[in-house]
């Protein structure tokens, strides 16, 4: 990974930038970099997605995410630590933003991932961090949701 790639997710992972000078640097410093190759596209994308997480955008957060996956997918990267990390971090700006059953989704296909690569580890703490909280969110969501029969029926009835 490039040198300013790796120091732009530090600083967007490791510490929280809510300053909004400090961030626009970051920001800007990332926009400005012209990456040799795909791979360092998908990485800055990723970093660009990191960094509006962490000033809660996660709209932006999210766009920048599915860049990346966009990426990653065109090489061929599907199966790997990097799609499997991207993937992560779009569903926790998914489950921020409410959207529990797509965050669910996503996380069950970051455990995937991870277990084709043998990396059981980092699976068992994607169902630890993520899998759990998910499912209860989302089947707390469907649980406030009328049904879609009910719904048919009282329409019916009203014809």
Known sequence: MNKIIKIALVLSISTALYAEPETSVVEASLTNYTPESEMQLANKLTALGSLKQKTRDYESAIAFYNQSLAVRTKLGDTESQGFALVLYLKSISE???GRSCQALENIKEVIQIYQKMGDLDSALQAEEEGLK????????AYQ???SLTLNK????SKD
């Open 95 to 97: 489950f921020r933003l």
């Open 153 to 156: 029926e009282l329409a019916t």
């Open 133 to 140: 909280k998910y499912q209860e969110a989302c089947s707390l």
């Open 144 to 146: 406030k949701q009328p």
